[in-house]
């Protein structure tokens, strides 16, 4: 394996001071069971994560990439209580830049409440086109929305 290092596994003078234990015999652990998962959304989403820089930017290249985004495209950027909606639009009023991060303008960042260095959950829908940034207080208040099964 070329460029791998593996560190050698020393033990702490803790562990070495403790007593040996006897061993004894393992206990079987029950097996999860698998969730229930929802029904299926019938097209494919890519999440990321990602935070907005000084300048109001935010970038995954996974969601970026799978929308096949460049530099140069055109967006139209909506937002409201904590969503900001893009889309590629040849009419827009925002230019990708070259690197891959989708700029928000200050007034639109301002209407949702995001600040520099706060982290947005981003949601690339390929099939429509669109990247949608999600704050954080925007996800809680969706999971705290979802029962969770057993309590």
Known sequence: ??????????????????PA????????????VA??????????????????DRSGRVADRTV???LGWRGGDRLTLTAEAG?????????G???LPPRPCVPIPAALRHRCGLL?????????VPAEDTLTAYSLAVVDQALRAYPVPGT
Do not use: F, K
Not at 21 to 30: G, Y
Not at 44 to 50: I, N, Q
Not at 116 to 124: E, S
């Open 83 to 91: 969503v900001v909606v893009i889309r590629r639009d040849p009419a």
């Open 116 to 124: 520099p260095g706060d982290p947005v959950l981003l949601t690339a």
């Open 1 to 18: 394996m070329t460029g791998t290092l593996i560190a050698p596994v020393i033990p702490s003078a803790a562990v070495e001071s403790r």
């Open 35 to 52: 969730p229930v998962r929802p029904p299926a959304l019938g097209r494919d989403v890519v999440y990321g994560l990602a935070r907005v």
């Open 21 to 32: 234990r006897a061993h004894t015999a393992a206990r079987t652990l029950p097996l999860a």
């Open 93 to 95: 009023l925002v230019t």
């Open 64 to 66: 970026t990439g799978a």
